[in-house]
């Protein structure tokens, strides 16, 4: 080898090495992103008992409090606006259009008492203004129209109240459209004609338009009918874990090339099909069967079962997935259509919750795990929020312009 060809062979290993990228700091990375956590559960507490969000708490009993999402570097969170479907008479709509008002009411509540830690939240700009200001953006979604009955003005009643979001539709149909986990099968073939009249107000109002739980027919018709792109708040991948609640590739391609996200839910029956032999599931699936699939009679029932189903966990406690297994949801969606379209929400105080990340102080260890496995900066930047701020941004902007 001629001393020229040498010096080449030098300057060839020696510009190989600058542009090789130094290795990513996971803290440093977590503390540059604007974090966001597009679904948990935590304002049902505050109708459940006396909570207080400014205190640290423990799980597995509580997984959301504003000293822990400090803790775990959480920018930014989506509260959820939660009532469960039941049968659709008078009295019941009253009932769900009261209880998520009551739950805004006391989030607000909630917020006003802790105003030096945390505040409400309603553009997508919001998130870093608050972050700069060292506090925690709160956010309001709503999870399943049921408190909508079937008025077209209460999708504008709800917005003036803060939510932004709206999960069409929870375990069982609805107006709206139809569940993915509905025992009875499809009611309206996908979404409604008022579903259809939801999905057109949401755009015109610029609210995000939630298709988890929804089903696969029903998720079909709200990309046919939705001006601007929509998201999963909360669901992970049909082909790792076999539950109609997931997305399957078709669907996540379809999101994708509208430009939408797939916010990964945490939650194990969602990450891992679960181990239907296990002392959990059995005892669980006893308590579905004799509370009705849930369907209470009354608040004093509802309770009594959750009291049962909490002694379930502490008796017979579910072996969970772990981070690492919550991690091949997010690479199979970055391998299936690219790093743009993939998130976390996470259904904290919903059943969310993996063996190794138990809380909102442990999202940095998520961060760790995309590091170890190649993701540079600015991919964990997205996937812990650009993404899904994009997309809230093109729904701001859509409404903007029709
Ligand atoms: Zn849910």
Redesign the pocket.
């Known amino acids: 080898m001629s001393i020229k060809t040498l010096s080449i062979a030098a300057l060839t290993i020696g510009s190989l090495l600058s542009c090789k990228q130094k290795p990513v700091d996971a803290q440093a990375a977590h503390a540059k992103a604007i974090t966001i956590d597009t ?1 948990v559960d935590t304002p049902m507490r505050f109708l459940r008992e006396p909570f207080d969000i400014g205190q640290k708490h423990e799980a597995p009993s509580s997984r959301v409090d504003l000293p822990r999402m400090k803790e775990g570097g959480l920018d930014a969170i989506f509260f959820a606006i939660f009532t469960s479907q039941r049968e659709r008479t008078e009295a019941n709509y009253s009932q769900a259009y009261q209880m998520a008002n009551a739950m805004i009411d006391s989030t607000e509540k909630a917020l006003a008492a802790n105003q030096s830690l945390a505040t409400l939240a309603y553009k997508a700009e919001d998130a870093s203004q608050i972050e700069q200001e060292g506090k925690r953006a709160i956010y309001l979604g709503m ?1 399943n129209g049921f408190p909508l009955n079937k008025d077209i003005n209460r999708v504008e009643e709800f917005y003036k109240r803060g939510i932004r979001y709206i ?1 069409l539709a ?1 375990t069982k149909n609805n107006d709206i459209c139809d569940s993915s986990t509905d025992d009875l099968g499809a009611e309206h073939d996908g979404l409604s004609e008022f579903g259809v009249d939801v999905v057109k107000e949401m755009n015109r109002l610029g609210m995000l338009i939630d298709v ?2 929804i089903s696969d027919k029903a998720f079909y018709d709200v990309m046919e009918q939705s001006k601007a792109p929509v998201f999963a708040s ?1 669901s992970s991948v049909r082909a790792i874990c076999n539950h109609p609640r997931n997305m399957n590739d078709d669907m996540i391609k379809t999101l994708a090339k509208n430009g939408g996200v797939i916010q990964i839910c945490i939650l194990g029956a969602y990450i891992e099909e679960e181990d239907t032999t296990s002392l959990n599931y059995v005892k669980k699936e006893e308590l579905r069967i004799k509370y009705n699939d849930f369907n209470f009679k009354s608040d004093e029932q509802r309770k009594q079962a959750w009291a049962e189903w909490r002694e379930i966990n502490n008796k017979y406690p579910a072996e969970l997935p772990t981070i690492s297994q919550a991690v091949d949801h997010i690479d199979y969606v970055v391998n299936l259509v690219g790093i743009d379209y993939v998130g976390i929400g996470s ?1 904290f105080d ?1 059943g969310g919750g993996l063996k190794d990340c138990k809380d909102v102080a442990d999202f940095p260890k998520i961060t760790e795990e995309l590091v170890k496995r190649g993701y540079s900066e600015t991919d964990i930047t997205k996937v812990w929020g650009g993404n899904f701020l994009r997309v809230f941004k093109q729904v701001e902007e859509a409404s903007e312009a029709s």
Do not use: A, K
């Open positions: 679904h999870e999960t929870h988890s739980h909360h259904d919903g």
